[in-house]
Antibody, heavy 118, light 108 residues
Framework: EVQLVESGGGLVQPGGSLRLSCVAS????????MHWVRQVPGKGLIWVSRIDSDGSATSYADSVRGRFTISRDNAKNTLYLEMNSLRAEDTAVYYCARDEPFHAFDIWGQGTGVTVSS | EIVMTQSPATLSVSPGERATLSCRAS??????LAWYQQKPGQAPRLLIYGASTRATGIPARFSGSGSGTEFTLTISSLQSEDSALYYC??????????FGQGTKLEIK
């Protein structure tokens, strides 16, 4: 079964750090671009970051550039999102998603919640 | 940044009827447009990509059309399980990849 499972979310104070993980199974992880997308409860979907299949190229939303770092370990079938200098407005459910070329985001994880609060 | 605008915000349709959801892009995205369905407490699910191609396992009552800046998701013969939020997304000009604000579909 093709699956993505996120972990690492939780409660963190403003200015703190957190690392999210997304473990892939059921497909050849190292051949796909991957994304992080976030959603404030009750609000819409916001794209956060992208990484290409070998990790050599990344892209970020303006709101997180310089604070968040996307990376991957293809040997471990795992995608990461290192989040630093966290702000209250980063509070959201974070989803990882697979990018099938020209097929948009075809597989999504179940999400992991991040709450930034003192 | 391409802005995606969905209408209406909320749509209420009776079972067995047809629902038509719209999505407009602030500039052409060619056919690089996807539709997602999201139910409460669940992750988004890809319905349509390439503006009109159904994703694997998506019932034939879901169809997409349009290109350039105007797109439509049509759900024919609505069923109770179609009650959900629906988002459009462009993946033509990035970063950023951008989503519409969503249409809430209610079944009467």
């Amino acid at each position: 079964e093709v699956q993505l499972v996120e972990s690492g979310g939780g409660l963190v104070q403003p200015g703190g750090s957190l690392r999210l993980s997304c473990v892939a199974s059921g497909f050849t992880f190292g051949t796909y671009w991957m994304h992080w997308v976030r959603q404030v409860p009750g609000k819409g979907l916001i794209w956060v970051s992208r990484i290409d299949s070998d990790g050599s190229a990344t892209s970020y939303a303006d709101s997180v550039r310089g604070r968040f770092t996307i990376s991957r370990d293809n040997a471990k079938n795992t995608l990461y999102l290192e989040m630093n200098s966290l702000r209250a407005e980063d509070t959201a459910v974070y989803y990882c998603a697979r990018d099938e070329p020209f097929h948009a985001f075809d597989i999504w994880g179940q999400g992991t919640g991040v709450t930034v609060s003192s | 940044e391409i802005v995606m605008t969905q209408s209406p915000a909320t749509l209420s349709v009776s079972p067995g009827e047809r629902a038509t959801l719209s999505c407009r892009a602030s500039q052409s995205v060619r056919s690089n447009l996807a539709w997602y369905q999201q139910k409460p407490g669940q992750a988004p699910r890809l319905l349509i990509y390439g503006a009109s191609t159904r994703a694997t396992g998506i019932p034939a009552r879901f169809s997409g059309s349009g290109s350039g800046t105007e797109f439509t998701l049509t759900i024919s013969s609505l069923q109770s399980e179609d009650s959900a939020l629906y988002y459009c997304q462009q993946y033509n000009n990035w970063p950023p990849y951008t989503f519409g604000q969503g249409t809430k579909l209610e079944i009467k």
